[in-house]
């Protein structure tokens, strides 16, 4: 399983981005799907996770403006960020469950400006 993850950028506080992560390989559906973030100096912290059932749960910092979804085929995962914030600058990274192993996709850079 290969992950591409895509949609980071500059952006000014107050914005919005949209990630993407697609999975390709020998997959069928994905199971749980998690958005991670580790800023500069810091530890890779957990944001937001679904489960292959649809349940979604966010961390305290992005509850109420990140939403994490995927697509119908669950080959694909996105978080939509709004409201940004300085303090949202951070290397993002999707991690995906599949048959049992967990695969990272390579990280895409988010950096907010004021």
């Known amino acids: 399983v290969q992950l591409q993850a895509s949609g980071g950028g500059l952006v000014q506080a107050g914005g919005s981005l949209r990630l993407s992560c697609a999975a390709s390989?020998?997959?069928?559906?994905?199971?749980?799907m998690t958005w991670y973030r580790q800023a500069p100096g810091k530890q890779r912290e957990l944001i937001a996770t679904?489960?292959?059932?649809?349940?979604?749960s966010y961390a305290a910092p992005v509850k109420g403006r990140f939403t994490i979804s995927r697509d119908n085929a669950k080959t694909t995962v996105y978080l939509q960020m709004n409201s940004l914030k300085l303090e949202d600058t951070a290397t993002y990274y999707c991690?995906?469950?599949?048959?049992?192993?967990?695969?990272w996709g390579q990280g895409t850079q988010v950096t907010v400006s004021s």
């Open positions: 991690n995906v469950w599949f048959s049992g192993n967990s695969y």
């Open positions: 679904l489960s292959s059932f649809g349940t979604t």
């Open positions: 390989g020998s997959i069928a559906s994905l199971g749980l």
